[in-house]
């Protein structure tokens, strides 16, 4: 108890409370002295030196069908048509059709000979920078679900993202950016938000979610400083920190997250116009990353994959990007009813561009530090389900790209239908221990004390995939 005068007595718990609504503004002070905005920020510690220094995962939402893309299977071919030999599992809507060979021709790309399908012209010129896993298998055929396997470590909401693991393990680069970005083109993963979740880490560790629709800006409410731009922000920091006071719980963590968000915000209004501003990049640029395609959807996925890069070179730790709006309302490579259609329509949007983000990754010297993660979070039955495939999680197909990752390799196998994985099996626990380890983290030791427990990203499992490392 605190006695403030003879008849007025605050206990400390209040007096925090009403002197909570200060402190942002004080640490705004020393945010506006700064000209630039800018302190810098300690990165985090790895547990010893990691091959990758960055990330960026290019999710596929919806299922891509690895009989299609990555994983050739002639039998399909051969026995098209017929009915499908092996049992079948449970499938998402039990309509079991015969056995369903792929419209789209395989060929052997690059001094490595990795076969892609035809889907992906602009992609399978980078062969040899592409580690194909064809042996992935999940526990789940339910998008949200899976979704949530694929990106919290756990099939329900409330735990932090990858992203948000790596933004707490490494810190930041980037004083006046987050540590992880969500480039937002029109469609999140299925479940929502609760994807990009920092859980019970700090709120800083948050993907933040950056919109690349053309027409408008990329964070709202976002604009470049001016005159009036201390005065502005500091009642905004001020409101804010009163709204946020009246909802203060115990736990002072909250209060230092909340103080680093304001503090960021307003240098943000400086770095994010202009990471935003594609203008500066050259015509030869633009036309590599197929920017002014005549397609739209390639158009737009282009815009993201250029600000990826661009975020990269600012020093963002963890960069996702979502798919495209205009194919389908949720899930765009969800191919139930038209395979052949849908596919074609979805690798087309992000062909060009994801090949010309490995190209220019690696001119610029960044792919050697930059892990490129290009998931999904199941496959696709090789039996039909009309003209499409239903959800498959026994087996399907990711690939990485950079940083200690061997290039022009295909790891693991499916059986001869492509069905099962049944060579050097990878669950998306390990996975996920793969990507820490080529952080610099063993997934064992990265945890956070929460409710009593020890938390971490792989929960009791995970092996790291040291075969497929340089």
């Known amino acids: 108890m605190i006695v403030t005068n003879a008849n007025h007595r605050c206990t400390r718990r209040l007096m925090l409370q009403r002197s909570a609504s200060g402190l942002g503004l004080v640490a705004l002070s020393g945010v506006l002295a700064d000209a630039g905005f800018a302190q810098e920020l300690a990165p985090g510690r790895s547990h010893f030196a990691g091959e990758a220094r960055q990330v960026i995962l290019l999710f596929m939402d919806g299922g891509v069908s690895q009989v299609d893309t990555f994983d050739p299977k002639p039998r399909l071919e051969q026995e098209h048509g017929r009915p499908f030999p092996m049992p079948v599992e449970a499938t998402q809507f039990d309509a079991v059709g015969n056995t369903l060979g792929s419209p789209f021709r395989f060929q052997r790309h690059g001094q490595s000979g990795l076969p892609i399908s035809d889907l992906f012209p602009h992609l399978s010129r980078r062969a040899d920078e592409l580690c194909v896993i064809r042996s992935m298998r999940a526990p789940l055929a339910e998008h949200a679900q899976a979704c949530y396997l694929m990106h919290l470590g756990a099939p329900l909401r409330g735990r932090p993202s990858l992203g948000s693991w790596v933004a707490y393990g490494l810190g930041t680069e980037a004083s006046d950016l987050p540590g992880y970005v969500v480039l937002d083109g029109g469609l999140v993963a299925l479940g929502g938000i609760a994807n990009y979740s920092s859980g019970f880490l700090p709120a800083t560790d948050e993907g933040s979610l950056f919109c690349t629709d053309a027409n408008g800006p990329i964070v709202p409410n976002i604009r470049a400083a001016d005159r009036q731009g201390g005065d502005r922000l500091a009642r905004f920091v001020a409101e804010g920190d009163r709204t946020f ?11 230092e997250s909340a103080i680093a968000n304001f503090e960021l915000a307003c240098r943000m209004q400086v770095s994010v116009p202009s990471v935003a501003d594609l203008s500066a990049e050259g015509h030869a640029t633009r036309q590599l990353y197929g920017i ?8 737009r996925y282009a815009r993201q994959c250029l600000l990826a890069r661009r975020l990269i070179e600012r020093g963002v730790r963890f960069v996702e990007l979502t798919c495209v709006a205009g194919i389908r309302n949720v899930s765009p490579w969800d191919s139930h009813d038209n395979i052949k259609e849908h596919h074609r329509k979805n690798a087309d949007a992000v062909d060009q561009p994801v090949a010309a983000l490995l190209y220019d990754l690696r001119a610029r010297g960044l792919l ?28 399907f197909t990711i690939w990485m ?29 390990d996975l996920h221990a793969t990507i820490l380890h080529l952080l610099g983290f063993d997934h064992t030791r990265l945890t956070f004390r929460y409710a009593g427990r020890d938390f971490r990203l792989t929960d009791v499992h995970g092996e790291v995939l040291h075969k497929l490392l340089v």
């Open 245 to 255: 006071a009246r909802r203060l719980g115990p736990e002072g963590i909250a209060v």
């Open 368 to 395: 050697e530090s930059t892990l490129v993660v290009w998931a999904t979070e199941f496959g696709r039955t090789p039996f039909a389900q009309g003209n499409g495939r239903d959800h498959n999680p026994q087996g």
């Open 401 to 429: 790209a950079g940083a200690g990752v061997r290039g022009g390799m295909a790891y693991g196998a499916t059986d001869e239908y492509g069905y099962h994985a049944v060579e050097d099996v990878v669950s998306v626990h």
């Open 292 to 299: 002014d395609s005549a397609n739209p959807l390639t158009a």
